[in-house]
């Protein structure tokens, strides 16, 4: 696959150019009282989502440049190598497939469908899984015995299912409470145990590996609670979802739900790991998520670039990031339910993204993942928005908003909307004043992403959205988004401190660690 890096095109050059004669001073205020159409032009539908980024700084020749970048260094044919099941995780040589995990079962009637056909076979198994969770699913949700559902995971097996489960509250079977444990610090499941009962409750643990010292921990400590609180029957009690389906015999537990090596762990909230989901929404609310996230994968697939809206955000994030060096995107869902979209982010951007070598192992001579982060709206406003409009770096800032509530209180709705909009509107515009202090500059940059109403299918094509954009950024940086080595030398470390911690050992530790290890263990 001929992938060629981003600061080795003529685009690249050509977008340098364009930043220094135009893209440093340009002022979306005057963008817009120069063209009267450029809400049009800076605004597209894509499945389940409209999407206006006609307040970012950028005009259609930049937008044009960035389209020649995103050509030269190959993200079609890049793209086309996931969707065709090509190894394109080369450090760890495994294909990218989360997509097939929502693409629909085959229809021998209909022989031009969109996967390819080598992967029919998997793509049967895939769908062999999903009935069979399903069938579990439904039978959890029939099951009035079972009151409270406990996932044990971290990463990408807490922060999907999670964001999703209370992203979809209005949609969730009364009568079942969702519980998330997922921090190795025992207060959290030790909170959550006092609340259960071993004969109402089922725990889900989920890792994709089965070795990820924070699940195996808590894990152990909630079948160990089990048994000591007169718990019978783990095998109805606990299940576990992983691609490791020995090491969970292993453990004890006989229900397992498997996927595959190449469900990235951030990209596995279709898979298995959403069980939580599954049994919150049901089977048929589960396929509606998928469904939207399909939409949105066959956009991807299938638009025009220019028209493409997973390649105009990723391409949009490269023009900030890496000309006009904003290091971060503030991520504001107007949407209380949506609280764990930006954590969901922070790992969906920052673990694809963070990386500072190339596909091939070369240090990079640019900047990658910004940092991605923020709170719902209104309650950003209350506390760090004062440093959007008015603080010395311009962050672009990303909304969310609903159009139709699922409540019918008068009043709430529109007001929220309509902070949502005047908070664009006022980092846009900004306000003169002599005095300084209550001068605003204006002309920060946003995008308002606006859905018809957050429900399953809404949502999954949201997310997918998110997963693809992210795609676009790192193929133009030339990174392999797919894996986390980052991850891995803390572990290790802990393990280590870990010993020293029980033993008292300092040999070779450096200063810090050493004297703080001294005083941990002063009784
Ligand atoms: O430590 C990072 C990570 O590997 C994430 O990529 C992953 O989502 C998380 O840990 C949990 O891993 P697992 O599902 O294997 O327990």
Redesign the pocket.
């Known amino acids: 696959m001929n992938r060629t890096r981003c600061d080795r095109t003529p685009a690249w050059g050509q977008l340098q150019t364009a930043f220094e004669s135009t893209g440093r001073a340009f002022d979306v205020r005057h963008a817009f009282a120069a063209d009267p159409a450029r809400f049009e032009a800076f605004s597209q539908s894509a499945p389940h989502v409209f999407a206006d980024l006609s307040k970012n700084r950028i005009d259609v020749a930049t937008e044009q440049l960035l389209l020649e970048l995103a050509q030269q260094t190959g993200l079609a044919v890049h793209r086309d190598a996931m969707f065709a099941g090509e190894a394109i995780n080369t450090t760890e040589q495994r294909a990218v497939m989360h997509w097939l995990l929502r693409t629909p079962p085959l229809d021998p009637a209909m022989p031009a469908q969109s996967v390819h056909r080598h992967m029919a076979e998997t793509l049967h198994e895939v769908h062999t899984t999903l009935d069979a969770m399903l069938v579990f699913a439904e039978a959890m949700r029939a099951d009035g015995r079972i009151t409270d559902i406990v996932n044990i ?5 807490d922060l999907g299912p999670q964001m999703a489960v209370l992203a979809l509250d209005e949609f969730v079977l009364p009568g079942k409470r969702f519980h998330f444990v997922s921090n190795v610090d025992g207060h959290e499941l030790n909170a959550v145990l006092r609340k259960v009962k071993p004969e109402s409750t089922l725990f889900l643990v ?7 010292i924070e ?1 195996m921990t808590n894990a152990q400590s909630a079948k160990a609670w089990f048994e000591a609180s007169g718990g019978t029957d783990i095998a109805r009690h606990f299940a576990a979802l992983t691609t490791n389906v020995a090491a969970a015999r292993a453990f004890g537990i006989s229900a397992t739900f498997g996927f595959w090596d190449w469900v ?3 990209y596995s909230v279709w898979s298995a790991i959403g069980l939580p989901l599954a049994i919150a929404i049901g089977a048929r609310g589960f396929k509606e998520f998928l469904a939207g996230a399909h939409a949105m994968d066959e956009h991807f697939r299938n638009a025009p670039l220019g028209h493409n809206l997973p390649v105009r955000l990723g391409l949009l994030d490269v023009w900030y990031r890496n000309f006009h060096g904003f290091t971060s995107r503030s991520v504001a869902p107007y949407h209380s339910a949506l609280k764990r979209y930006p954590a969901y982010l922070q ?1 969906l951007e920052m ?1 694809s993204n963070g990386k500072r070598v190339d596909a091939g192992g070369t240090t990079l001579p640019y900047g990658t993942s910004p940092v991605v982060w923020g709170e719902p709206g209104t309650n950003g406003q209350h506390a760090y928005f004062q440093m959007l409009h008015q603080g010395s770096d311009v962050v672009p800032v990303e909304f969310v908003a609903v159009k139709t509530p699922k409540h019918d209180l008068p009043g709430h709705h529109r007001l929220l909307l309509a902070n949502a909009l005047a908070q664009a509107q006022a980092l846009m515009l900004g306000k003169a004043d002599a005095g300084g202090h209550k001068h605003f500059a204006g002309n920060r940059p946003s995008t308002f992403l606006l859905l018809d109403e957050l429900g399953p299918a809404s949502l999954g094509a949201l997310i997918a959205l998110q997963e693809h954009r992210v795609f676009v950024s790192g193929s133009v940086w030339g990174i392999n988004s797919f894996d ?1 080595w980052g ?1 891995e030398l803390g ?1 290790v470390l802990a393990k280590d401190v870990a010993a020293r911690l029980d033993s008292g050992d300092a040999t070779g530790l450096d200063g810090s660690t050493a004297g703080l290890l001294a005083r941990l263990r002063q009784p």
Do not use: D, L, P
């Not at 995971?153 to 097996?157: A, Q, Y």
């Not at 989920?206 to 990820?212: N, P």
């Open positions: 995971g971290i990463g990408g097996s989920a890792s994709k590996t089965f070795t990820t699940t990235g762990g951030r790992q673990e986390q991850v572990k």
